[in-house]
Structures are given as structure tokens and as C-alpha cells.
């Protein structure tokens, strides 16, 4: 007689639990297709919606955009632009006090026209003659823009690239490596499924945009990533020395590098916390070294700010939250009354005011993933308040990638998540529509 073989249990099949580590990242392997599809496909979508823009709702069809700026216009020549403006920019009646605003890309580049809006011009400016400043001149000057995303699309230029062309291919590369850090980052912490409704959440946020055209967040997104991981793991050196690269791009590498102050305040690793809060101002006062050098003023890049930004430090932090609600109040009142001049109607700050009550909603969250995070994240939003506006507050609650994270972490198995998803797309097509147009999405 055959023995019977022994009943062995099966062994319970388990689901990943949005919060642990995947059985994917403990084997050591991670789909990088997903980040690079979810890439690709933020890409396809913005620059359709940047093509339709410019061909069905053009700025120049509603304004007469040489009102603005004498020089607006389509430049045959972008670098020869460029260098007679650096060669008389102080001539005011050529230039006028906003010499880059409605300039547009033309000659062999044409075709890249609808990319370059408004900021972009001005780094490519950098990149192609450098900083242009006189103290004196009540006008918009390049030295208010940080080096480090010139000096990039400047490398790449020198390898042949066309200049418009080197902009785009650097933004749309770094966009990559940022969204294969945070998937990776995310994947370690939390698992794939908040690994993905992160990226999702962050490539359809209304202002991801920026991450496509010619501007700085891209470089800043992959710093911030680098920095948050490093001090996730208490690198805290590494994570300082992230920031301080970060703060050669915005001030907001500086505010990065706050959230070493708990660490720093609460120990064991006090002395590396505090070295990494020195790195992190680096860049910035590398940047300040050379405007001493080269000006013989250190700040003279909050001096011209004032020209951009004439209530540039007035708002103080009571006045803030007033400042958020009244905003919110404006936006709705230019959706209701479409009589408005065309410029404010049109504009995608109507979305402003609404991305920073979102981000602050969420803010609370950050403490679960590090309470320094926390700080620095809440000085971000409340950071462009300063200037006694909301411009371009979505550009920088984009940036905020905390959020992002818990975001992620806490809808990946919530109902609410493809709702969200969608509003969030609807106003990155509205956005990304308007800035292939020329509109005011800065």
C-alpha cells in the first residue's frame, strides 16, 4: 500500500501593501518602462496641446503684442538678437523696459517657435551671451535668473546643437532622469502602485508644463529628488551638497536644504546635519561671488527683482494667507466676467491661487515621510507669496515633490484617484494650450 503524500499548504498569496517595499524592489529589479512610458506619454500630450495652441489661439490674433516690448516678434536671427541686445540693452526705446517679452524663435528653429514663451527667452539669452545687468536701469535684466540651466543648455550648444534645439533636448532629458529617480525612490519606499499614481499625479499636475519647455524645473526636479532620497537614507552631507547645486538653479535649493534643521535639532547625526545645511547654500553664494566680482554687489540680483516684482518683500506672513484667499476670489471673478482685458481672461494664473491651496491641503501629510520635509515644503509655497502676488505659484508648487509623494502613498488604493487625475490633466491641457499660444503661463 502507497503512503499518501503530506498535504503541505499552500503558500498565501499576498498583495502589495501601498506603505512596504515591492517584492519587485527586495529582488532588486524595478520596470524602468513604466517611468520612461509614463514620460513619454506626458510628453506626447503636452507638446499636442502646445502645437494646437499655437496654431488655433496665437497671442498675437487678440493683442498687438509690439506694445509691450518695441523688439516682440518673430527673430529670424535668435543669437543675433541676442547680441545686439547685449551690445545696446540699455537703449530703452529699442528694447524697452521688458526687452524679452513676445519674442519669438524664427529661421531654421521656426519650427520649435511654439516651445519658447516668456522665461525661456530669457535663459536662452544666458546661454548664448551671458549676464547683461546696469544697476541703474529701471528695466527687466537676465542677472535675476541663476546659472547653473544656461551653463547646461550652453554645453550642449557647443557640441553643434542649435541653441533653441540644445534648450528643449536637455529640459526633456533631465524630465527623464527626475521621472525615473522619484519612481525609484517611491518603488523603494512605498511600493510600485504609489510608485505610479506619484508620476501620475506629478505629470498631470497643471503646471508639469515646465518640465517640456525651456525652464529651469526640470534640473531643479532631478537635484530635489537626489536631495530627498539622500536625506531619507541620513546621508545628510550628500543631501547638503544636492541643495547646494540645486540653489546654483533658484533660491529654492537653499529652502531644500531647511529640512536638515531637524535632524540637525534632534541628533544622533548632528555635525553632518549641520555641514549639509552649509553645503546647500553653496551654489547660491557662488553665484553672489561672482556678482561681487563682476558688479561689485553680492544682491544685486534681488536689486533688478525689484524691476520684475515692485512689492518685491512687502507681504508679511499675516498678510499671506489674505493675499492666497483674494487671489482665489480675482480668478473666479476673470472666469465669470469675461469682459476683462484679454490678457487677464486668458491667462493660466487663474489656476494659481487654486494649485497652492491644494499643495497646502496635503502639506500636513509630509510629516509621515520626514518632518524636516515638512518645513521646507511649507517656506516653498509661502516663498512667491513674498512678492505680493501669486504669479507663478504653480511653477513653484510644482517643484514640491514631498508632496507628490504622499500624495501618491495615500491614493494609490483611494477611490478619489483617477477623479483627480483627470481635473489635474484638464488643467494641464488648459495651460499647455495657452502657452503654445504665447499667453501668460509663466
Known amino acids: 500500500m502507497i503512503a499518501p503524500e503530506p498535504i503541505v499548504a499552500a503558500e498565501p498569496v ?9 517584492t519587485e524592489h527586495i529582488a532588486g529589479r524595478i520596470a524602468w518602462q513604466e517611468p520612461v512610458l509614463a ?5 506626447l500630450v503636452c507638446i499636442v496641446a502646445i502645437i494646437v495652441g499655437s496654431a488655433l489661439f496665437p497671442i498675437e490674433r487678440r493683442l498687438d503684442v509690439r506694445r509691450a516690448n518695441p523688439s516682440a516678434g518673430v527673430q529670424s536671427d535668435l543669437p543675433g538678437f541676442f547680441h545686439s541686445y547685449a551690445e545696446g540693452f540699455r537703449d530703452l526705446k529699442r528694447f524697452g523696459t521688458q526687452p524679452m517679452i513676445f519674442v519669438s524663435v524664427g529661421g531654421s528653429e521656426a519650427w520649435l517657435r511654439p516651445f519658447v514663451h516668456w522665461d525661456a527667452i530669457w535663459w536662452l539669452s544666458i546661454a548664448e551671451v551671458g549676464y547683461v545687468a546696469d544697476p541703474q536701469l529701471k528695466a527687466e535684466q537676465n542677472i535675476v535668473f541663476y546659472p547653473l540651466f ?9 557640441l553643434g546643437v542649435p541653441l533653441v534645439l540644445a534648450s528643449l533636448l536637455i529640459v526633456n532629458g533631465l524630465m527623464l532622469l527626475a521621472t525615473c529617480l522619484l519612481y525609484r525612490l517611491v518603488v523603494q519606499r512605498s511600493g510600485i ?6 508620476l501620475a499625479f506629478w505629470l498631470t499636475f497643471p503646471s508639469a508644463l515646465f518640465g517640456v519647455v525651456p525652464y529651469s524645473e526640470a534640473l531643479l526636479a532631478v537635484l530635489s529628488v537626489l536631495a530627498m532620497q539622500a536625506l531619507l537614507e541620513q546621508k545628510y552631507i550628500s543631501s547638503g551638497l544636492w541643495c547646494g547645486l540645486a540653489a546654483a538653479i533658484k533660491n529654492q535649493g537653499v529652502i531644500i536644504g531647511g529640512a536638515l534643521i531637524v535632524p540637525f535639532l534632534t541628533g544622533p547625526r548632528r555635525g553632518r546635519a549641520l555641514i549639509g545645511m552649509v553645503c546647500s547654500g553653496l551654489g547660491l553664494l557662488a553665484y553672489m561671488g561672482f556678482l561681487y566680482h563682476q558688479y561689485g554687489d553680492p544682491f544685486l540680483f534681488v536689486t533688478i527683482q525689484k524691476a520684475w516684482r515692485p512689492n518685491l518683500g512687502n507681504p508679511n506672513p499675516m498678510e499671506w494667507s489674505w493675499l492666497l484667499i483674494s ?3 480675482d480668478s473666479l471673478r476673470l472666469l465669470l466676467l469675461p469682459n476683462r482685458p484679454p490678457i487677464d481672461f486668458y491667462s493660466g494664473r487663474i489656476l494659481d491661487p487654486w ?6 491641503l496635503w502639506l500636513p501629510s509630509v510629516k509621515r515621510l520626514h518632518p524636516g520635509l515638512v518645513i521646507s515644503s511649507a517656506v516653498m509655497i509661502l516663498l512667491p507669496l513674498s512678492t505680493g502676488t501669486v504669479c507663478s505659484l504653480g511653477r513653484y508648487v510644482w517643484i514640491i515633490l514631498p508632496i507628490f509623494v504622499v500624495m501618491g502613498e495615500r491614493l494609490a488604493n483611494s477611490g478619489w484617484r483617477w477623479p483627480i487625475v483627470m481635473v489635474s490633466t484638464c488643467g494641464l491641457l488648459w495651460q499647455t494650450f495657452l502657452y503654445g499660444g504665447g499667453w501668460q503661463i509663466i
Open 14 to 22: 499576498t498583495k502589495p501593501v501601498v506603505g512596504q517595499p515591492s
Open 39 to 43: 514620460w513619454f506619454l506626458s510628453r
Open 150 to 158: 544656461p551653463l547646461c543648455i550652453r554645453a550642449i550648444n557647443k
Open 193 to 198: 502602485a504609489a510608485a505610479r499614481w506619484t
Open 327 to 329: 487671489s482665489s476670489l
Open 355 to 360: 494649485l497652492g491651496w491644494w499643495m497646502i
